[in-house]
C-alpha cells in the first residue's frame, strides 16, 4: 500500500508511543498509518485513548485504517513505562527502524515518520555505531556518510538543523 506511512513509535520508555496514539486519532480520516510496535504491551496506552488496535504481522495485511491503528507487531523484551528507560528495548528499537527503512525502499509504503529515540539506549548495543538514527537510516539507505538530512515539519514550518549531536564549540567548523 504506497499511500501509507510506517510509523516507528521510537523509544517505548519516552513520548513515543504516547504521540503515535495521538497521531492516529488527529490523522486517521486523512491518512493510512501502520506503527511497528510490540502490540501487547501498547494496548494498555491503546485503551487510554480509546484506540482501536488491529495485529498484522505483515504489512500486506494492514486494512480499515480509519477504524483501526494497524500494529505491525515487534517483540519488545520490556514492558513500556514512561521515564524508565530500558537498554534490553535497544535491539528493537534499532530492529523497528531498518524495517521501516526496507519497507520503503522496496515500496511496500510511501513515508516513513520515526519517533524520538534515547540516543544513550541504541548505542549500549554493541552493534550500533552511530551517532543516531539519522546516520543509522542513512547506512540503511547504503548512501554516502554525511549525506543525510534530519528535518523538522509541521504545517507552517519546515527546520533542517546545519549540525547534527555536535558539541557547541564544533559548530562554527561544521558549517560549509
Request: glycine share 4%; aromatic share 10%.
Amino acid at each position: 500500500t504506497k499511500n501509507t506511512i510506517i510509523l516507528t513509535m521510537g523509544d517505548p520508555a519516552g513520548v513515543g508511543p504516547e504521540v503515535l496514539i495521538k497521531s492516529f486519532k488527529k490523522a486517521r480520516k486523512e491518512q493510512n498509518l501502520v506503527a511497528i510496535s510490540d502490540f501487547s504491551k501498547i494496548r494498555y496506552l491503546a485503551e487510554r485513548y480509546n484506540v482501536r488496535l488491529r495485529k498484522i504481522n505483515h504489512i500486506n495485511e494492514a486494512k480499515n485504517f480509519k477504524n483501526y491503528l494497524n500494529i505491525l507487531h515487534l517483540d519488545y523484551a520490556k514492558d513500556f513505562y514512561p521515564g524508565q528507560f530500558d537498554v534490553k528495548n535497544a535491539s528493537s528499537i534499532i530492529e523497528s527502524l531498518r524495517i521501516a527503512t526496507d519497507l520503503c525502499l522496496k515500496k511496500q509504503v510511501g513515508a516513513m515518520v520515526t519517533g524520538p529515540i534515547n540516543k544513550s539506549i541504541l548505542r549500549s548495543n554493541k552493534n550500533f555505531n552511530f551517532s543516531g538514527h539519522t546516520d543509522y537510516l542513512e547506512y540503511l539507505c547504503r548512501y554516502e556518510k554525511g549525506t543525510a538530512t534530519m528535518m523538522m515539519l509541521n504545517q507552517y514550518l519546515k527546520i533542517i538543523p546545519l549540525t547534527i549531536h555536535e558539541p557547541l564549540n564544533r559548530v562554527s567548523s561544521q558549517m560549509k
